[in-house]
């Protein structure tokens, strides 16, 4: 984790200040970058309708499938928050994912209603035009602060880009079976399931 910064001139963002806006407006996309709201004005559940609930659930199950048999950690859905910088009092980079994965070791046992206080494990981003300009962003922000792969899920054409720490980036396509490797062991994703409607 990189050092923390200094609050900024302005009035720093807190854990309370998250609260209030999600209380406020939850369709807010609340994220936290340079220790600034992130697009505050942009909607989080804007048009992504029912391919992208279903790419997500499908995730979810197979995730879900693979942990009651290898219980090594927890799969989540979009609405956890992981502050990579900062503290509950000066946030300074906190993103969401739309499905992620941490570690058993890794899952806090107290203040389970606050946001991580470190990157996931696994990032899993469902890229749809509107949210793609600041994609590569978002990858390296994950990988820089300790997320061991980072999965892009493309809806069309069908594919879902890996990118790791060693700095490789593989894709899979229909057909393709994508391994957890050394982070999920014996994991095993079937690419057409992610896609199926």
Request: net charge negative; aromatic share 12%.
């Amino acid at each position: 984790m990189s050092a923390e910064k200094k609050p900024t001139e302005k009035r720093p963002i807190t854990l309370n200040g998250v609260f209030e806006i999600s209380s406020v407006d939850a369709y807010k996309k609340i994220e936290v970058v340079d220790g600034d709201w992130s697009q505050a004005d942009v909607h989080f559940y804007r048009g992504h309708g029912m391919l992208s609930g279903v790419i997500h659930g499908n995730l979810l199950y197979c995730f879900s499938a693979f942990m009651k048999e290898n219980p090594i950690g927890r799969a989540y859905a979009g609405s956890v928050g992981f502050v990579m910088e900062g503290n509950r009092d000066n946030i300074q980079l906190m993103r969401r994912t739309d499905v992620s994965f941490v570690l058993k070791e890794h899952v806090p046992t107290e203040n389970r209603d606050e946001p991580y206080y470190r990157a996931p494990d696994l990032a899993v981003e469902v890229v749809y035009r509107d949210f793609a300009d600041d994609m590569f962003q978002r990858i390296d922000d994950f990988l820089s602060h300790g997320t061991e792969q980072v999965w892009v899920v493309a809806p069309s054409p069908k594919i879902i880009w890996v990118y790791a720490q060693d700095g490789t980036a593989k894709a899979y396509r229909s057909g393709d079976t994508l391994s957890g490797g050394d982070l999920l062991p014996s994991f095993e994703l079937d690419i057409a399931k992610v896609f199926e409607t």
